[in-house]
């Protein structure tokens, strides 16, 4: 009997191995070379960080690994890492474009929790499993200990030049984060049981994967609500101090009209005779520009120019062949000719972004500000705390921001969806250069203010309450 059972489990075990992939090679191959060109045809910052040889090689060993044809999680991973190795904020596997069956891969299962790391430790925020209360620390996962596991996810991890603390911000399950939710799942599967989770406490525990749609009802269930997106004004009449929440700046598809909001949220902080504001903008990756001019105008007293840019397109007219592989929100994006003239390089010169001057409102803010910054602010998010520190409108107070101040590359965005794997990717069809020679890196904050373990623990809000210390001096 002994001997049929293990008969039984070898057949079982060739079988498996000699199963048809989802793929082909010759499918997964046609997928990547039509990533290949799309981002060589189409991005115009694609040798900002990286050389043509490392994009080459990133190629030629996802190449290889298809060789024997590949699972459609497999085409996800590595174009989700090809997109990461341009080290472009805007370059990714976005999973608001992705088809339904990828993002049905990305949402068939995921750990049920809610996770935040602080100081390379990994906090339970909410919990949908009995087994592992809300406010555990995880020491490891399926054996991967905290490091481990920033380590691994690390190259999938999407931001701008050497911006790494925006790459690591994305492990936090928040609105711009979720990397442990879509990337960790694919890279470190659950057994049948579940994964193994080793908590502080000493013990060993199995928690179960559930589908996206499932954990949201679990996590609901136990009383866990996502973060509010919306803007609000919070003000402390006794303190005479006032917090100003700007998550986002991205309402395309929204009614909501923020420069309305600000003229109300200001004129109530004048009459009330408030004189001091925080303005948490700790995650702010962006949207629309035009809302951190009209927040600057509120703040400065005197007019500021925003700086200028080099503009530039990869292409004049899209290729036909990749083309139709394309969706964005305006195709006027495709075709250039008569806007651009050929450089002497790779890249088409766009018209220059010209000086910006913000004029200041007529009755300005007059009191004490401290702007919140952080790893997720990039594009408009960033660009507005380096307006804010530029025009010392406001004392910047928390962590570096996220975006480079090198340049964007962002403004025009389209996505390739691979015929074979449909998997899509995120391609900025515009590079902005910011003139002179400066860092490669965001916004150093004026005070530095990393979040502590401590406080996660207490409750307390290490940034926002370093903030009011700060405003009370």
Not at 178 to 183: D, H, T
């Amino acid at each position: 009997m002994k001997h049929l059972l293990l008969i039984l489990c070898l057949l079982f075990t060739w079988g498996a191995a000699r199963a048809a992939p989802e793929l082909s090679a010759d499918d997964a191959r046609r997928d990547l070379r039509i990533l290949q060109r799309a981002l060589t045809d189409l991005h115009p910052g694609l040798y900002r960080y990286a050389t043509p040889a490392q994009i080459a090689a990133g190629f030629t060993a996802a190449n290889a690994a298809v060789a024997e044809g590949a699972s459609r999680a497999q085409l996800y991973l590595l174009a989700t890492r090809l997109a990461a190795a341009v080290r472009c904020g805007h370059t990714w596997t976005n999973p608001s474009n992705q088809t339904p069956a990828t993002q049905a891969l990305l949402g068939r299962q995921t750990l049920p929790l809610v996770l935040r790391f602080v100081e390379g430790r990994i906090r339970v925020v909410a919990s949908a499993s009995g087994a592992v209360p809300a406010g555990s620390e995880l020491l490891a996962i399926e054996g991967q200990a905290p490091a481990q596991i920033a380590a691994a996810l690390l190259p999938y991890l999407r931001a701008d030049g050497g911006s790494d603390g925006k790459r690591l911000a994305q492990l936090d399950d928040d609105a711009n984060g979720g990397a442990m939710q879509r990337l960790f799942p694919l890279l470190f599967p659950p057994g049948p049981e579940g994964w193994r989770l080793r908590l502080a406490d000493g013990r060993e525990v199995r928690v179960p994967a559930l589908t996206s749609a499932e954990r949201a009802l679990a996590l609901q269930a136990a009383g866990w609500r996502e973060r509010d997106a919306n803007w609000r004004l919070r003000i402390e009449a006794d303190t005479g101090t006032a917090v100003l929440t700007l998550p986002t700046f991205a309402f395309w598809n929204r009614t909501f009209d923020g420069a309305a909001f600000l003229d109300r949220a200001f004129a109530e902080l004048a009459e009330r005779g408030i004189g001091r504001l925080v303005i948490d903008l700790r995650d702010n990756e962006g949207g629309d520009d035009g809302l951190g001019r009209a927040l600057l105008a509120h703040l400065i007293r005197e007019p500021f120019t925003q700086p200028g840019s080099r503009r530039e397109s990869a292409y004049e007219r899209v290729p036909y062949a990749l083309a139709r592989y394309l969706d964005t929100w305006d195709f006027g994006f495709f075709d250039r000719t008569g806007q651009v003239t050929r450089t002497a390089g790779r890249n088409w010169a766009m018209p220059d972004s010209p000086p910006r001057v913000i004029t200041p409102v007529a009755r300005p803010f007059v009191g004490r500000v401290v702007a919140l910054v952080g790893p997720q602010n990039s594009s408009a998010g960033y660009l507005l705390a380096r307006d804010l520190k530029a025009s010392g409108a406001a004392t910047l107070l928390g962590q570096p921001t996220g975006g480079n101040l090198r340049g964007l590359n962002g403004g025009q965005i389209a996505w390739i969806t691979l015929p074979a794997s449909g998997v899509a990717v995120d391609i900025p069809l515009v590079a902005s250069f910011a003139p002179g020679d400066p860092p490669d890196g965001g916004v150093q904050p004026d005070v530095v203010v990393p979040p502590r373990w401590a406080d996660a623990v207490a409750g307390v809000d290490t940034e926002l309450a370093a903030a009011l210390r700060w405003l009370a001096q």
